[in-house]
């Protein structure tokens, strides 16, 4: 029966009521979509747009938006990579502190990347993949996401494994299971799943740090390297594999399209790629590390500041001192060149000195060189004993003990020791006797190769440096280049990584999604038949104590699942029901408030159905299946909604009562993706949508019958 009659209804008062009811149900309606357009972006974004929870992702119609998004997996979460970001792009603001700071400041967005999407040097752009392709890596910088980590891990395994055991036939689930295992061994660490190990601590070993030397033959260490060999090969570049292919096809390459293409591929697909490299995507994932940084930084430290009055050094005193012009200490030159006057020149020496990383120092050994570095390590040990000791060698005279032009590699105690012994020395030496190396410096001598003069390359690239050391990689132009030839791919294409994650995740975990779906089943069994069965009984049958009974039901749902949470472990412990079906399905077999209201249900049927159907001779089994359960549907489909949902989303019950990881559901693996992908929200975001589509099916399915029950109430 409608509420407003159809008489009254085009009366102005009328009409205002029903507009303010359409206008609730509108404004409820929304309020329960967007949360879900929240989560659905939430997953498509990433570091640099996650925490702005916009229903729309701004990047679908903001180029701007794109140029900055694409940029987090070239800047990210290394040490100090904000530094080493305003060293490539100068004119970035100062209060751009994070990717999160950045997301939030759009008028910020648009003006950065308006400013460098403006830049249109090919020469640039391809000198700087020139330059990247032979540059060594061990130099440079690859942010490592865990997405790409674990499907490369997975990948290199399972070949791994492959190769080692090429007669065994395994499935994929038991593929990764002795993999992960292979890993493990090769590493000394015993892993539970792919889905929690990562590079962060690799990702973030110090480069600017004058002692620190990688540990290159730590076994993690040299995944990090292979890792870091294929990413400089843009394996996880979305969109390259089809460029490659596009550009192959142009220049009309008989040969198989390998990709990526390493150092062992033909010579004539080597210098394609190369090609490919400068003229389609320059910006490779491996950034050159931009010790100007470091020399920046400690320009504007304290210990600098302490010479200006406790005033940290300004562009304009640099200007002063120096008789230049530039606009930010981002773009002095580097290194200080010789002709600058003391005042800067006693900071260099002292940076040098001081700061300039070891690993990047390289001496030119003589013999009055060498003669010295016997004397110091004489003066520092004293014994030759205990020299050979250290050094794991049988010296019988100090003139033994030779000087390398480089510290010793490896990763023994002796061998770090006859390290420790070089970057001793070294330290010692006047600046004279050292070689510097940087990014920097080689790429100005890879520009003095190729061009005659410095007004050369100014007029090639369309800059105006003043000083061949002010001449850094142009990754901003390279980028430029890369994102028109490919900005789309590099946004819209890892939305899609992060679902495949997930998808990978639940599937080759446990037994996630059989357990799920066995729980459900089950549960919902439990439901139509034991709720019902119980309320039909308090219902047709007079019973001396049914009431008590429903209030002892109905109590308790008084009390919360945590406080009854602990009683029950322990009697399904006593029962020796862990880490089984039945221990997850009994504590909610029978549910008090269901019963309560199917008794209602059955509480309003005529007695006269009931006294029919046993005049026909029905059993009274039969009278409760045939004649009152389809009577009640639209309660017993929200109560299989309940207990769906109930059993689908509760993650708490099943971890206390199943440390079994072979028991646990999708529920509980959410769970757990949730602590381990606490810095990647964006694909727990993508494993909430993807959970959230069973639930949204159910209810589609149930929704008819509790309508139908609701507003076409009927007897039959």
């Known amino acids: 029966m409608s509420l407003i009659a159809d008489i009254g209804r085009k009366t102005l008062k009328n009409r205002l009521i029903m507009l303010c009811i359409y206008l609730s149900l509108t404004l409820m309606g929304i309020t329960m979509v967007v949360p879900f357009l929240i989560t659905l972006s939430g997953s498509a974004a990433n570091d640099f747009d996650y925490d702005r929870f916009s229903p729309l992702p701004r990047y679908l119609w903001s180029r701007e938006d794109r140029y900055v998004k694409a940029l987090v997996p070239y800047f990210n979460l290394y040490r100090n990579w904000t530094r080493q970001f305003q060293a490539y792009f100068p004119n970035l603001p100062e209060h751009w502190s994070s990717w999160t700071a950045i997301g939030q400041d759009q008028p910020g ?245 001081e700061r300039y990383p070891l690993r990047l120092i390289s001496l030119t050994v003589t013999p009055a060189l060498e003669q010295n570095f016997q004397q110091f390590t004489q003066a520092k040990i004293r014994h030759l004993r205990s020299l050979n000791k250290l050094l794991g060698t049988s010296y019988q005279d100090w003139s033994q003990l030779k000087l390398s032009s480089t510290p010793a590699a490896g990763s023994t105690r002796e061998e770090q020791n006859r390290r420790d012994l070089w970057k001793n020395f070294v330290r010692s030496l006047p600046l004279e006797h050292k070689q510097f190396h940087s990014s920097e410096i080689a790429f100005q001598a890879f520009l003095r190769q190729k061009y005659p003069t410095l007004e050369a390359v100014n007029q090639a690239y369309g800059w105006n440096l003043p000083h061949w050391n002010c001449a850094f990689p142009p990754f901003a ?177 099943a971890l206390i009562i199943c440390q079994d990881k072979e028991m646990w559901t999708i529920a509980v693996w959410m769970y757990q993706a949730s602590i381990w992908w606490r810095l990647m929200p964006w694909v727990v975001s993508a494993g909430f949508v993807l959970t959230s589509i069973p639930t949204m099916l159910v209810f589609i399915s149930c929704q008819k019958i509790i309508l139908r029950g609701i507003i076409i109430p009927s007897m039959k």
């Open 477 to 653: 132009e390279a980028y430029a280049q890369t994102f028109r030839n490919n900005g789309r791919a590099m946004t819209f294409l890892p939305v899609l990584d992060n679902y495949k994650m997930v998808m990978n995740y639940m599937l080759f975990n446990g037994n996630a999604i059989v357990v799920t779906l066995v729980l459900i089943t089950l549960t919902i069994l439990c439901t139509l038949t034991i709720n019902p069965m119980a309320a039909y009984a308090l219902s047709r049958f007079n019973l001396k104590f049914g009431n008590q009974i429903l209030v002892f039901l109905l109590a308790t749902m008084a009390f919360p699942a945590m406080v009854s949470a602990i009683p029950a472990y322990l009697l399904m412990r006593d029962l020796g029901l862990l880490n089984t079906y039945l221990a997850l399905i009994l504590p909610g077999a029978a549910n008090g408030m269901a019963i309560f209201i199917l008794k209602g249900f059955f509480d309003s049927l005529p007695m006269e159905l009931f006294e029919a159907a046993t005049i026909d001779g029905a059993s009274e089994l039969q009278i409760f299946r045939i004649v009152a359960m389809p009577l009640v549907k639209p309660i017993l489909a929200i109560n299989t909604l309940n207990a769906f949902v109930a059993a689908y989303n509760g993650w708490e019950w």
């Open 109 to 353: 967005i648009d003006s950065f990347a308006q400013e460098y999407l403006s830049l249109d040097s090919p020469a640039a752009a391809a000198d700087y993949a020139e330059f990247n392709h032979t540059y060594p890596l061990e130099d440079c910088q690859i942010y490592a996401p865990p997405i790409q980590v674990i499907a490369f891990l997975i990948e290199e395994s399972c070949a791994q494994y492959r190769q080692q055991e090429p007669q065994k036939k395994l499935s994929r689930a038991e593929l990764h299971r002795e993999a992960l295992k292979l890993l493990g061994q090769q590493w000394g660490v015993p892993f539970e799943t792919f889905y929690s190990i990562n590079f962060n601590v690799e990702m973030r070993y110090p480069l600017d740090f004058q002692s620190w030397f990688p540990d290159a033959e730590h076994p993690k260490m040299q995944a990090y390297n292979r890792f870091k060999e294929a990413a400089a090969a843009y394996a996880f570049t979305p969109g390259s594999k089809r460029l490659w292919r596009k550009f192959l096809l142009q220049r009309g390459y008989p040969g198989q399209d390998l990709f990526p293409v390493s150092s062992s591929a033909p010579p004539e697909l080597q210098s394609l790629w190369l090609e490919f490299k400068k003229t389609q995507l320059p910006a490779s994932p491996k950034i050159p590390f931009p010790l100007r940084s470091a020399w920046y930084s400690y320009l504007g430290s304290e210990e600098v500041a302490a010479q200006y009055n406790g005033q940290k050094l300004t562009i304009a005193q640099y200007n002063a001192c120096a008789g230049t012009i530039f606009p930010c200490l981002a773009e002095t030159p580097f290194p200080l060149p010789p002709e600058y006057p003391n005042e800067l020149q006693k900071h260099w020496r002292n940076f040098c000195q």
